[in-house]
């Protein structure tokens, strides 16, 4: 055993993997999320899982796949806070959010108002704490100013942590939740309480939080069709056939004009062929044909 450094920072010794137990871990962690761990990484099931297995009392992973096996849902919990990054901020990829907002969103509001329809469905997968959904709130409000009140908009966030999905349901964020946000936005919409900063409660209601996995076709079924998709960051976490089944889950969930956004370092080459690449101001994002 050697002595290291967890996700939440407390030093503690680290249980070693052997070859077997990796292969036997990964594989599950994949069955059960897409999340795909590659060799590279094995030393993250080390570092993160050695202080879970000493709550459990348990010395070795071979005793932890076994306990996993026969537990019903409650460890598999514990397993996706652990295998998951939910790294993010308000306003992350500023480029790509303006692109967003003066051209694809105003693209979709004018079809919209075309139609005679004032209705908005958004769809962040992925959503960690809350920084996206929100965000996205942020835009609307400065695009729709008063008109708002005439739209109906619904706001669909979902993530595979259930502890990212209680926090951004919470509203209170840290200093490093706005390490991409302009101090305006912090001033508008926050207010500094003990231990952060809290959203405005009238914000943090227009965003519906599920704890969803996007591996469960059936639930993802369940979200309402949508104008828009944000699944920024997530698929990197996948294999190409894990990318494949949610792309084609989010294609189907999109209406026709609709629009499908990943990250800057995620693409669709290879993933999906249905999409039309829409390029504007040099942020990509990917076009549902009418
Ligand atoms: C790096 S964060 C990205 C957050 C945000 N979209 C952004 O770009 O700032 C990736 C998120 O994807 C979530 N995730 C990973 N696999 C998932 C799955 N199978 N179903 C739902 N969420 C998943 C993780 O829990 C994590 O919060």
């Given amino acids: 055993m050697s002595l290291l450094f967890s996700k939440s920072n407390t030093l503690r010794k680290s249980v070693k993997i052997t070859e077997e137990e990796f292969l036997q871990l990964r594989d599950f962690v994949y069955d059960k999320s897409g999340i795909y761990i590659d060799e590279k990484r094995k030393y993250l099931f080390e570092s993160r ?10 010395t070795s992973f071979t005793d932890y796949i076994k306990f996993l096996r026969v537990d019903r849902g409650q460890e598999l919990k514990q397993l ?6 939910n790294e993010t901020s308000f306003c992350r990829d500023t480029k790509q959010l303006e692109s967003f907002r003066d051209n694809l969103l105003k693209e979709v ?27 996205l709130v942020f835009l ?3 695009t729709l100013k008063a008109e708002i009140a005439r739209w109906k908009i619904s706001i669909t966030a979902v993530d ?9 349901r919470t509203g209170i964020y840290t200093e490093y939740a706005f390490k991409t946000t302009p101090d305006t936005i912090r001033k508008r919409y926050f207010k500094e309480v ?28 369940r979200v309402p069709r949508s104008h828009i998709i ?26 026709p004009g609709g629009y499908l956004l990943v990250g800057h370092s995620e693409s669709l080459h290879k993933v999906s062929q249905s ?12 076009k549902k044909e009418e």
């Fill in 80 to 85: 996706f806070e652990l295998v998951t990054t």
């Fill in 160 to 168: 595979l942590s259930e502890e990212m999905i209680s926090k951004a």
């Fill in 275 to 286: 999409f039309r690449p829409v390029h504007n101001a040099g942020a990509i994002a990917y």
């Fill in 49 to 58: 899982f050695s202080r879970r297995l000493g709550q459990l009392g348990l």
């Fill in 109 to 135: 509001l004018d079809r919209q108002r075309k139609t005679g329809r004032l209705e908005l469905n958004i769809w962040s997968a992925g959503c960690s704490s809350g920084e996206e959904p929100y965000t």
């Fill in 194 to 221: 003990e231990g952060g900063w809290e959203l405005d409660p009238r914000i943090r209601k227009l965003v519906n939080f599920l704890p969803m996995n996007l591996n469960d076709a059936l639930a993802v079924k």
């Fill in 230 to 255: 944000f699944c920024r960051n997530v698929i990197i976490y996948f294999d190409d056939a894990m990318k494949r089944k949610v792309v084609q889950a989010f294609y189907d969930n999109l209406l």
């Fill in 140 to 142: 609307l409000l400065e």
